[in-house]
Nanobody, 118 residues
Framework: QVPVVESGGGSVQAGGSLRLTCAAP???????????VAWYRQAPGKQRELVAS???????NYADSVKGRFAISRENARKRAFLQMNNLEPEDAAVYYC?????????WGQGTRVTVSS
């Protein structure tokens, strides 16, 4: 099992920004480099949905609802990934989860909550 720790959630007003961090502190960086990284979110009463992903080659993919506002990145040497969220909307409020995929083995964090007030 690979511990995954998310941080950076909080409460902001609509139009604000947050930067989420996903850390895998007990993973060596050469292994982290091979992970595909993704951010998911789950709002109350809704299914968990993919927000953004970046594979180990740096290819990114975004949900249509966040394109142009969110950006995923990673720093392999620090074994971290990030989700920069700009121009937040009330609809973005959810618990955000980091997912690491090691050739099909999935590792999840406990989530970090984002609240957006209008």
């Amino acid at each position: 099992q690979v511990p995954v720790v998310e941080s950076g959630g909080g409460s902001v007003q609509a139009g604000g920004s947050l930067r989420l961090t996903c850390a895998a502190p007990r993973t060596i960086f050469s292994v982290f480099m091979g992970y595909d990284v993704a951010w998911y979110r789950q709002a109350p009463g809704k299914q968990r949905e993919l927000v953004a992903s970046m594979n180990h080659n740096g290819y990114t993919n975004y949900a249509d609802s966040v394109k142009g506002r969110f950006a995923i990145s990673r720093e392999n040497a620090r074994k971290r990934a990030f989700l920069q969220m700009n121009n937040l909307e009330p609809e973005d409020a959810a618990v955000y989860y980091c997912n690491l995929d090691d050739e099909g083995r999935q590792y999840w964090g406990q989530g970090t909550r984002v609240t957006v007030s209008s």
